[in-house]
């Protein structure tokens, strides 16, 4: 979409837009919905000591793209921020850290409403992310446990 850094915030960092035409872009995080935790156990192999877990997690994330602009440029080219996000350098980039982007988004609304008298054009974009969340760790293993014997008379 040819934006620079300074037209791209994340919510809530208490940015006030600019009052330039143009087009700024606002990432917002929506919702998680997790739909699937595995835990793994990973023995050592022979000659090691202990053992591992890994835990992983697959979510469902949706996250609200918000375009804005004080002209008509986020009315215009509301639609290349979907056709961006399809784009082989988003594949690219998907791929490498391994996440998915729904191809279809949830809903397109137009808020420019929200904006009361100083009217910007304002379109809130909601996408859907399939995410892969992982983490190892050491695991006690029953070679670790303290040896001691508890006698009960």
């Known amino acids: 979409m040819t934006l620079t850094d300074d037209q791209i ?9 600019p009052p330039t035409k143009g087009l700024f872009v606002v990432l917002n995080y929506g919702t998680t919905q997790n739909y699937s935790t595995t835990n793994q156990f990973i023995p050592a192999a022979e000659e090691d000591e202990g053992a591992q877990e ?5 979510t469902r994330e949706d996250y609200i ?27 690219e980039k998907q791929n490498e850290f391994q996440f998915q982007i ?7 609304n137009n808020v420019s409403e929200l904006e009361g008298a100083g009217m910007v ?3 809130a974009i909601t ?12 695991t006690p293993y ?5 040896k001691q014997i508890i006698v009960d008379c």
């Open 102 to 108: 729904a191809r279809v988004s949830n809903s397109f």
């Open 54 to 58: 890994n835990i992983s997690m697959q």
């Open 9 to 17: 915030f994340i919510y809530n960092q208490d940015i006030k837009i």
């Open 127 to 138: 996408i859907s992310l399939l995410a892969h969340y992982s983490q190892t760790n050491d």
């Open 65 to 91: 793209i918000n375009l804005m602009s004080k002209n008509d440029e986020a009315r215009q080219r509301k639609e290349q921020a979907i056709m961006a996000l399809n784009s082989n350098f988003s594949q």
């Open 121 to 123: 054009n304002r379109f």
């Open 142 to 146: 029953y070679q670790t446990f303290p």
